[in-house]
């Protein structure tokens, strides 16, 4: 990890790479081929192998990539070789399938806080959370020096709750809320957007 | 619309104009350029350009582009300027949460039928739904007409849906299982990855 400037597009495939790696050590397979990653992950070999050298040379001439050590190197470049604590805003319906759903602490992204605004949802549990008012939601994940967040809540809210979040120090918000959301330059945000990604495959029937 | 083939990513860049154009929109705005039509969707100007040139020629020299009409012209190409009936699949918390969330239906993506193969949820309502159970799902499906499917099933059980969702007809599958889906050439999947979008944005912190 040299200071260069790494495209975000080449980050963005790093996630995509280290879920096909996965797969290959769950079906038995120990090394692997840029070509066989490639097609595995829906991307050339040749972006395959520019991808990686940016970060380093991970594979042998002739021997290709060792899964595990791909895998710990991807994780580690990503900062997913340790767990991350994260804060859940909006206990809606989404909120709700989410703040019990097991896959994100399973990767290592571990919800710690559950927030809402509704009286009769405050101090109920969502499976072992007390969901906290939003109240405190900005000194909770300051004194926890929480920096990643999900916000859960309607699109009208959302602005707000981003604005918040920032307040409280967090540095990357996945969106749930069919909003865009403005935030400081140095604050990421992803957005989930299902409903984008529908409207991109009616194109084609 | 020629017969020329257009690259897919400038396709998947269609509905973020749209939702960019709906936004102005709702802001009062009658006309945009292309550049504040990118600012807005975290594109360069003479991408947008590039992008819309492949379908025709929808602004003004130096008057830009009306909003109302490039947004119709939009839903025209991505043919969601009609309605698409859908079939969800799985209701477990993720599935129960899609099901009563309105904002499909109020993109033209109207849930019709729901599915499951928990014999203590097959009948019951979710909704305006009746749980339908997946024996009947294949004829269901074909018979309606249905080319558009939710998955929502857990990861494991998601390719054995999937053989069957094409088998019915189906011709494009949003996937929520963590799980790669094996499909003909002819059936478009997307994948929601809120995992990946995370473990993408980790790399800045």
Redo the contacts between chains.
């Keep these: 990890m040299t200071g260069k400037i790494i495209p975000d597009i080449v980050?963005?495939r790093?996630?995509?790479y280290?879920?096909t790696l996965q797969?290959f050590a769950k079906e038995g397979e120990t090394t692997t081929s840029s070509k066989e990653l490639g097609e595995?992950s829906c991307i050339t070999a040749a972006q395959v192998r520019k991808d990686l050298s940016f970060f380093g040379e991970f594979g042998k001439q002739g021997s290709g990539y060792n899964i595990v050590f791909l895998s710990d190197q991807i994780r580690s470049?990503?900062?997913?070789n340790r767990g991350?604590d994260v804060a859940l805003v909006g206990v809606?319906?989404?909120g709700?399938?989410i703040a019990?759903?097991p896959?994100?602490a399973e990767?290592g992204?571990r919800i710690v806080f559950v927030f809402d605004n509704d009286p009769t949802k405050i101090g109920t549990k969502i499976g072992k959370h007390t969901i906290l008012p939003t109240e405190i939601m900005v000194e909770t994940i300051k004194n926890a020096g929480i920096?990643?967040a999900l916000i859960t809540v309607p699109s009208r809210a959302a602005q707000a709750v981003a604005d918040q979040l920032v307040q409280a120090g967090i540095?990357?918000i996945?969106n749930?809320a069919?909003a865009?959301l403005n935030v400081p330059d140095h604050i990421?945000v992803?957005t989930?957007?299902?409903?984008?990604?529908?409207?991109?495959?009616?194109?084609?029937?």
């Design positions: 980050v963005s790093l996630p995509v280290l879920q797969r595995r470049i990503l900062k997913i991350w809606g319906d989404l709700h399938a019990r759903y896959g994100f990767r992204f920096t990643v540095k990357a996945l749930y069919q865009s990421r992803e989930v957007s299902p409903i984008l990604q529908l409207q991109h495959m009616m194109y084609y029937l």
